[in-house]
């Protein structure tokens, strides 16, 4: 069983930076896939980038990249997704999933879901 709290979203401004958390517990942290995605309002839930369990295996939607970066901390139980050059269609709630075996195409698969954070950017 893992649990996870994001943390980190806020109102911002087109080209600002925000850096999300994700706290998980549970000792089996550092073998799940982790990722992060997206829901703006009237649209489906999307992936925005995934991290492999070891951290050395990162992929993201085009729409974010180059912009957004996720890493994670298995020391700390945490993983982070790095967002620059916000623009406002980066709107929406963002949620930290966890799976053996992330599904990017299939959000309503992974197992594991935080509660969602806000992320509101501004023209």
């Known amino acids: 069983q893992v649990q996870l709290v994001e943390s980190g979203g806020g109102l911002v401004q087109a080209g600002d930076s925000l850096r999300l958390s994700c706290a998980a517990s549970g000792r089996t942290f550092g073998t799940y896939a982790m990722g992060w995605f997206r829901q703006a309002p009237g649209k489906e839930r999307e992936f925005a980038g995934g991290i492999s369990w070891s951290g050395r295996r990162t992929y993201y939607a085009d729409s974010v990249k180059g912009r957004f970066t996720i890493s994670r901390d298995n020391a700390k139980n945490t993983v982070y997704l790095q967002m620059n050059m916000l623009k406002p269609e980066d709107t929406a709630v963002y949620y930290c999933?966890?799976?053996?075996?992330?599904?990017?195409?299939?959000?309503?698969?992974?197992?594991?879901w935080g509660q969602g954070t806000q992320v509101t950017v501004s023209s």
């Open positions: 999933a966890a799976d053996r075996t992330l599904y990017t195409d299939y959000p309503s698969r992974n197992n594991y």
